[in-house]
């Protein structure tokens, strides 16, 4: 039982990390290790790498950085902040293309409220989303993550 135990937490220890390293940052990924010593870079000693490694995985937090960008985790680029615009562009992606290339309608309105967008702007948003139409659906076939990346990327220019 000791075995066990010891392989789970040598295979926590080690696994986590590796998918966990922003690129190019730290050699020992992300979470309480790469917190406590990020200052020492890629040019620590390997002594230092493995307890920085050990500590990311025996407190788990990898997974909670990359999803936050804390913990000296970089957040993916394709993931949108906002669940529900994601859920909403999935049930009413055929509405919102319709909305998008007319520059006005429910289905933008609602895009509009989701990602905060204030009142006084949304005028503006609706023509910047009608006029980057052919960028947000390249193809009839476009995934809805890449409609959801190309509304908000539009959303953040303002």
């Known amino acids: ?26 050699n020992y990924g992300c979470g309480l290790g790469a917190v406590v ?39 993916p680029k394709n993931v949108a902040g906002n669940e529900r615009l994601n859920e909403f562009a999935y049930k009413n992606l055929d509405d919102l293309a319709r909305d998008i290339a007319a520059g006005q309608g429910e289905a933008v309105s609602t895009v509009a409220v989701l990602l905060d967008v204030p009142a006084a702007q949304r005028p503006a948003f609706y023509k910047n989303l009608q006029a980057s139409f052919t960028e947000i659906f390249p193809t009839p076939t476009v995934d809805t993550a890449y409609v959801v990346e190309k509304i908000t990327a539009i959303a953040a220019k303002g």
């Not at 135990?5 to 998918?19: E, G, K, Q, R, W």
């Not at 390997?46 to 804390?70: E, H, K, M, P, R």
């Open 1 to 26: 039982m000791k075995r066990l135990l010891l392989v789970v937490a040598l295979v926590v220890a080690f696994a986590v990390p590796v998918y966990a390293a922003p690129a190019g940052q730290y």
């Open 37 to 75: 010593f990020k200052d020492g870079g890629a040019n620590d000693s390997i002594l230092l790498q493995v307890v920085a490694t050990f500590l990311n995985g025996l407190c788990g937090n990898g997974t909670f950085g990359i999803s936050s960008g804390t913990s000296e985790c970089a957040k």
